[in-house]
């Protein structure tokens, strides 16, 4: 899988956005963009995908730049809850049309302020 | 929904012993994700099965590693010999392949501390 790059770490006040940045400028036009989030003590758990169009969910938003190099994971009023390792991912579809596995990096530890 | 479960969720061993860890998945899932996380590092892939078929080993996973899932519903992973470097938590994942995208669901991982 290709690599992103992410700040070791971040920074927010309870209840105001969060812009999460992760860079991969090597991407590949079958390179899905994944965010994963692991809370302290629990497993990963999947958060938001995109391919080019930006992409809303229930927990997220995902922007993703127009030449797909870079993009950011969006929480729009952060909470305590919402401190956790956040994983910027690159899933590619193999020449069987499916993918596996995750490749981690080290990911952006969040840290959210009262 | 129960999601995944694992078990144990902390085994201490001693260098030189074979432990075995336990994961359920989520029922009907019909892919199985191993993965292991040291301290400050994101989790590595280790293995996955699609139903009981073993369909790719990471060169992570040595033969002192075996996983099986024998039908195609739990998984275990043993580690013989253990060593002081397999210290780490081990994560399970399941997913069902509904296309090129599916998400995984990750159990609460096994810390394994080998003395």
């Known amino acids: 899988d290709a690599k992103t790059t992410q700040p070791n770490s971040m920074e927010s006040n309870e209840e105001e956005p969060v812009h999460l940045p992760c860079n991969h400028s090597?991407?590949?036009?079958?390179?899905?963009i994944h965010w994963y989030r692991q809370l302290p003590s629990q497993g990963p758990e999947y958060v938001i995908h995109?391919?080019?169009s930006n992409v809303n969910n229930r927990m997220a938003s995902l922007a993703i730049a127009e030449d797909r190099k870079s993009s950011t994971l969006i929480l729009h009023r952060a909470t305590l809850r919402d401190a956790a390792v956040y994983y910027c991912?690159?899933?590619?579809?193999?020449?069987?049309?499916?993918?596996?596995?995750?490749?981690f990096g080290k990911g952006t530890l969040l840290t959210v302020n009262p | 929904d129960t999601g995944v479960s694992q078990d144990p969720r902390h085994k201490i061993t001693k260098r030189g012993q074979n432990v075995t860890f336990r994961c359920d998945p989520i029922?009907?899932?019909?892919?199985l994700y191993w993965y292991r996380q040291t301290l400050g590092q994101g989790p590595e892939f280790l293995t996955y099965?699609?139903?009981?078929?073993?369909?790719?080993k990471s060169r992570l996973l040595s033969d002192r590693f075996s996983a099986e899932r024998p039908k195609g519903s739990f998984s275990t992973l043993e580690i013989q010999r253990t060593e002081q470097g397999d210290s780490a938590m081990y994560l399970c994942?399941?997913?069902?392949?509904?296309?090129?995208?599916?998400?995984?669901?990750f159990g609460p991982g096994t810390r394994l501390l080998v003395l």
């Open positions: 995109g391919l080019t």
């Open positions: 090597t991407i590949s036009g079958t390179d899905y």
């Open positions: 994942a399941s997913s069902i392949m509904t296309g090129p995208q599916e998400t995984q669901y």
């Open positions: 029922s009907e899932h019909n892919r």
């Open positions: 099965f699609q139903n009981e078929a073993q369909l790719e």
């Open positions: 991912i690159l899933r590619e579809v193999n020449s069987g049309g499916s993918n596996y596995k995750l490749t």
